[in-house]
């Protein structure tokens, strides 16, 4: 089987950027974490449909390469923020779903021993500073990161991962004049999957694509292709080297989509199933990578296969532990609640 590397050799410029710049093991890994995410969100639903899981969550199938390939450029050392669709984005920074389905289920084992759930999942050790439930309220603590980053001198890059909806916010604009003005070292991340809870981004904004809000705030504005692996990675990789190299933010607009209505409680009645069934079927992310893995000789159905097993046993693993894990017991309620001081 022929490598990437020697395929990058071989053809240069002709292979897209994730093939010449990773290694096949790391592409094999992108795709595995890719099925994780899927299998994960998969596995909260099914939880959440047997009752083992109460309230809500925001499930983000259909958008795992622009998780993965936002994240791929980064070390354990840079920071992100997310939001309420963020499962993806905390699987994509290194979590481990143990902790987030024992998040999950409100158990004192989870990331934020329970207390955080679905939209609150935070693992600093893995420099994943948090999701957030409000609308583009993880852009300023982005920013706020990216100061302490430029004002330590650490080298680290922060990334916030936001919605489309989250562009018509005040945070969005104020944010990233601020980053623009002191040239952070931040990227702006736009999953737009077209819609809010029932409104497509045609009828909520003004301008057709969101990227080209940068040009306000003086930093580049990027539109790739959400869905293909490598178009996020080849931006994440420019924006995070602009980064470091002390040139300020970016903004990228990754166009992708949510199969599942906004949360469980949408009836998703604003979309056709046509089209719905139209992303499913001929634009999946996972689908075109692995399309794109086997026509370059990086893997064959086989290995396929024993990554979708090997997710399968990691999840199903996951949700075991999680209902064994014990529940917070009531004297520790205001316990862990905040931050403790540094």
């Known amino acids: 089987m022929a490598t990437a590397r020697k395929l990058a050799d071989e053809?240069?410029?002709?292979?897209?950027?994730?093939?010449?710049?990773?290694?096949?093991?790391?592409?094999?890994?992108?795709?595995?974490?890719?099925?994780?995410?899927?299998?994960?969100?998969e596995g909260a639903e099914d939880s959440y449909m047997r009752g083992l899981i109460h309230g809500t969550m925001h499930l983000s199938i259909g958008q795992e390469a622009s998780a993965m390939g936002i994240c791929m450029p980064l070390t354990a050392e840079d920071q992100i923020t997310s939001t309420h669709r963020g499962h993806g984005h905390c699987i994509a920074k290194g979590a481990d779903v143990k902790r987030m389905f024992a998040e999950f289920f409100g158990k004192t084992t989870?990331?934020?021993?329970?207390?955080?759930?679905s939209m609150h999942i935070a693992d600093v050790s893995m420099g994943n500073l948090g999701a957030n439930g409000i609308v583009a309220g993880g852009i300023p603590i982005a920013v706020g990161a990216a100061l302490s980053a430029k004002k330590l001198k650490n080298g680290k890059v922060v990334v916030s991962f936001f919605g489309d909806g989250a562009n018509n916010e005040g945070?969005?604009?104020?944010?990233?004049?601020?980053?623009?003005?002191?040239?952070?070292?931040?990227?702006?991340?736009?999953?737009n999957n077209g819609y809010g809870m029932?409104?497509?981004?045609?009828?909520?904004?003004?301008?057709?694509?969101?990227?080209?809000?940068?040009?306000?705030?003086?930093?580049?504005?990027?539109?790739?292709?959400?869905?293909?692996?490598?178009?996020?990675?080849?931006?994440?990789?420019?924006?995070?080297?602009?980064?470091?190299?002390?040139?300020?933010?970016?903004?990228?607009e990754s166009k992708t989509y949510r199969y599942r209505g906004h949360s469980k409680?949408?009836?998703?009645?604003?979309?056709?199933?046509?089209?719905?069934e139209d992303w499913i079927s001929n634009r999946d992310p996972i689908m075109l990578f692995e399309a794109d893995l086997k026509e370059f000789g990086i893997i064959d159905d086989k290995g396929i296969e024993a990554i979708r097993e090997a997710v399968?046993?990691?999840?199903?693993?996951?949700?075991?532990f999680a209902k064994a894990s014990p529940s917070p017991d009531t004297a520790d309620l205001q316990e862990f609640v905040y931050t403790e001081p540094a």
């Open 110 to 117: 989870g990331y934020c021993k329970g207390r955080g759930g």
């Open 198 to 252: 029932s409104t497509s981004t045609a009828r909520s904004t003004a301008v057709k694509n969101i990227a080209d809000r940068a040009a306000a705030y003086s930093m580049p504005g990027v539109i790739v292709n959400g869905n293909i692996f490598s178009e996020v990675a080849e931006a994440s990789h420019a924006a995070v080297e602009r980064a470091r190299a002390g040139e300020g933010p970016t903004l990228i």
């Open 11 to 41: 053809t240069h410029s002709n292979l897209p950027f994730a093939y010449r710049h990773y290694g096949p093991d790391e592409l094999k890994e992108v795709l595995r974490k890719m099925y994780l995410i899927r299998r994960f969100e």
């Open 171 to 191: 945070a969005f604009h104020e944010a990233l004049n601020m980053a623009s003005i002191w040239k952070l070292p931040v990227i702006f991340v736009c999953e």
């Open 265 to 276: 409680s949408d009836r998703n009645r604003y979309r056709s199933k046509e089209e719905i």
């Open 312 to 320: 399968r046993a990691e999840i199903e693993a996951g949700i075991e």
